[in-house]
């Protein structure tokens, strides 16, 4: 089929032959979904997400993208190699090493460089991305020097600045402050907006029904536990519970402690 | 925590901050100043030119020159001389130490005395020969130290990699350097927070004992750390597209002051070379 991006049929890894990380998952992405990939720590959400970026490859099973059968020994072909990279963009959980450039700027232009863009249309996408998120005062500044959301900003725009079909974010708003949350997810939501497919590993349930029509859960046994309706799952507080993903809150009543589950939703769907 | 403990820590801390600024001052390669403005090719074939010049003359007075130019170049790239001095002078103590100081006396530099004195019954001539022999050492190492950083800080490093490339230095070497550059900030990060952490969770003292065993558990840690971290950037930049050889974003090209800078250096080097 045309319209399915990524397909996964029974893959399994595992690091260094020994600690598993996935096992037999099967998954079908298609164009133009945003799609949740949700589970406690130490699920294997990251793993998935590499395996999806061509990044590591699985021990059995298979992933396909665009039709065609992704491994290390397709990605050798040049030809492919670009295409792909030039159509899926990831964002890694950990900005600081998707930040690598002496300055900011050079690491938004990046990608479209190593893609054989010209400077000069590399620096028209720059000024098209300032419109989405505008951090044309941190461009000069070294990446290291700066706070946690502006890297991710940073490391979200230059993941855009490839302009993929597909992008892949790994905990696009862990540890930031509401603001920054909603300017990124705004991103996202707008890159939706214009057809690109929305990849996204969280367990900040907060986030999950803006940024999923589709949701996958990942539980402790690195498996697929259930997918589907993102609005379903989330009113689904039982399960949620089981898989760690709703807080257990403590509450002082009077003299009384009394403790009770807590999914968050019901307070900050609008 | 003990006194001692403390001049430790400090140390440790003082340290690293100044790595961390020795090699990571970007800010001074994106000033508009003269060496910003040369092609990097050109600034580095120039900067090779000064440095053999270094290496080749026995002349103080050659040696002094070159370092008075070297201050006036960093003086007009817009560098603060006091940083650029405080930054090279520091290599000079551990120099001085193991090769200048042994060299002035005559058990290594054999020659007329100059100074004699007596430490516990022994007499230690400083030789003539010897004296100048460090005087010239000395001024050999502040001079090429100046210019090797004075080229690092007003390059960026990306434009470096792209000239060793040019220079045909093999793939491999490039890109190892390229990681080191990126990493050894991660790591220096790392051994500041996991030094914070420590004390954080140990509270004020940590017996020295106990403390050792901390330090070698976190240096094996640190290892595996990094390595995994040499990975992980290097699977961002695959991510975006980087298939072995960075592109630089702007392509060199050698300006009428380039090649005139090029000339007047060639110039002063083969005018040296005559005088000597
Ligand atoms: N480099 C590695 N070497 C060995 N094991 C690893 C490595 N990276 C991850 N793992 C293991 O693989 C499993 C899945 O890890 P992964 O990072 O994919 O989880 P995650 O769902 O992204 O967790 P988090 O929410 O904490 O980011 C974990 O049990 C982890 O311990
Ligand atoms: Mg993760």
């Known amino acids: 089929m045309d319209n399915i991006i990524f397909e996964l049929k029974n893959v399994s890894f595992s690091y260094l ?41 699985p021990d059995s099973g298979t992933v396909k993208t665009f039709g065609e059968e992704l491994t290390e020994s397709a990605l050798a072909d040049k030809d492919f190699l670009r295409n792909f990279r030039s ?83 790994d905990e696009p708003t862990a540890g930031l ?16 907006s214009f057809g690109k497919t929305i990849i996204t590993a969280t367990h900040d349930l907060h986030i999950v029904e803006e940024i999923a029509d589709i949701v996958y859960v990942f539980g402790s046994d690195r498996r697929i536990c259930r997918y589907g309706d993102a609005a379903e799952i989330l009113k689904d507080t039982e399960f949620l519970k089981a898989n760690n993903l709703v807080h257990i809150h403590s ?20 | 925590m003990s006194n001692s403990n403390r001049f430790i820590e400090r140390s440790i801390m003082g340290a ?13 390669a994106s000033r508009k100043g003269f060496l910003q403005g040369l092609d990097p090719r050109i600034k580095a074939v120039t900067f090779i030119l000064f440095l053999t010049q270094i290496l080749l003359t026995k002349s103080v007075i050659v040696l002094l020159f070159l370092y008075a130019l070297c201050l006036l170049l960093a003086k007009i790239s817009r560098i603060d001389l006091w940083f650029f001095l405080k930054r090279t002078w520091v290599f000079i103590p551990l120099f001085t130490l193991f090769v200048a100081i042994p060299s002035l006396f005559s058990a290594f530099s054999p020659g007329e005395a100059l100074i004699t004195f007596k430490i516990f019954g022994i007499n230690f001539i400083i030789t003539r020969q010897g004296f100048q022999g460090a005087v010239l050492f000395v001024a050999r190492v502040i001079t090429s130290v100046s210019f090797a950083v004075l080229l690092s800080i007003t390059t960026r490093h990306f434009q470096l990699l792209k000239v060793l490339r040019i220079f045909k230095i093999p793939q491999v070497f490039v890109m190892v350097i390229g990681m080191c550059y990126r990493y050894i900030y991660l790591f220096v990060e790392i051994i500041e927070n996991t030094y914070r952490a420590v004390k954080s969770r140990a509270g004020a003292s940590i017996h020295y004992k106990k403390g050792q065993s901390i330090a070698a558990w976190n240096i094996a840690y640190l290892w595996a750390r990094s390595y995994q971290l040499n990975e992980e950037v290097y699977n961002a930049m695959l991510s975006r597209g980087y298939s072995g050889e960075p592109v630089v974003s702007d392509d060199f090209k050698a300006k009428a002051k380039d090649w005139l800078w090029l000339f007047c250096v060639s110039l002063m080097f083969i005018a040296a070379a005559a005088y000597l």
């Open chain 1, 251 to 270: 509450h002082r009543h009077k003299e009384q402690i009394h403790i009770h589950s807590h999914s968050h939703i019901e307070h900050h769907v609008p």
């Open chain 1, 87 to 169: 159509k899926v963009g990831f964002v890694f959980q950990n900005s600081d090493v998707q930040l690598f450039c002496p300055t900011v700027k050079e690491d938004i232009l990046f990608g479209p460089l190593q893609l054989g863009l010209s400077p000069k249309e590399a620096n028209a996408r720059l000024e098209a991305l300032m419109e989405i998120i505008d951090i044309r005062v941190l461009l000069d500044r070294p990446p290291h020097h700066l706070s946690m959301g502006e890297k991710k900003k940073a490391a979200i725009l230059s993941s855009l600045a490839i302009e993929p079909e597909v992008l892949i974010l």
């Open chain 2, 16 to 28: 690293l901050s100044f790595l961390k600024e020795a090699i990571y001052a970007d800010e001074y």
């Open chain 1, 17 to 57: 032959g020994k600690y598993p990380a996935l096992r037999g998952i099967d998954m079908a992405i298609k164009k133009g979904q945003k799609a949740a990939v949700i589970g406690a720590n130490g699920t294997g959400k990251s793993t998935l997400l590499e395996v999806l970026d061509g990044l590591i490859f």
């Open chain 1, 177 to 192: 402050d509401p603001a920054t949350v909603r300017q990124i997810i705004d991103a996202v939501i707008d890159a939706n």
